[in-house]
């Protein structure tokens, strides 16, 4: 039997006692559904919808990994909010972003994955604003996704994978020319410029390191 219990309604749905198979019939029918996002961990289930202010801090983050990556020549592939899932966990999860960057020449030209032999993203986003009742951050570290970005419209936190649970950190591993502070820093000024603007300010101070 399933039960329910909302939390701040149309954002957040909990439901408890859901069969891995309920979960993938979920990810089914919301697969063209960009306004519902998905988080199961052993027979929890969290539904969430989105505001506008974690989509417009999500798309900025990325375009900061995005304009990382170009200008010190890396290549990247971004899957988005691709569902990160292992029956064999009981686990699963559907990242703001997330991107491949040291692994990216094993997933060039993939369109479906086995995350039980196939490489997870080695990095991936996460927008929390209106606190997630799961432990996303234990599901990623099941998955062993190697760096978790976390910013909940205020505090941004890099957490990377070592020895199986996260530690938190002032620099990036996947990205080390970024700290923290200089993410934060742009983030919080999201709103004192157009973003392209701002995107052009973070290219050349990546630029002059």
Known sequence: ??????????????LKVVQWKTYQALLYDLAEDSSKKLAYDRGFLEIMTPLPEHEAYKVFLGRLVWTTTEVLGLEVASFGSTTLSRENLQRGIEPDECFYIQNEALVRGKTSFDFTVDPVPDLAIEV???SSSLNRLGIYAALEVAEVWRFNGEILLIYCLKDGAYEVQERSQVLPILSKDIILDFLKRRGEMGENALLREFRQWLQNQ
Do not use: H, L, R, S
């Open 128 to 130: 929390d604003i209106t």
């Open 1 to 14: 039997m399933i039960t329910q219990v909302a939390f701040k309604p149309e954002q957040i749905t909990y």
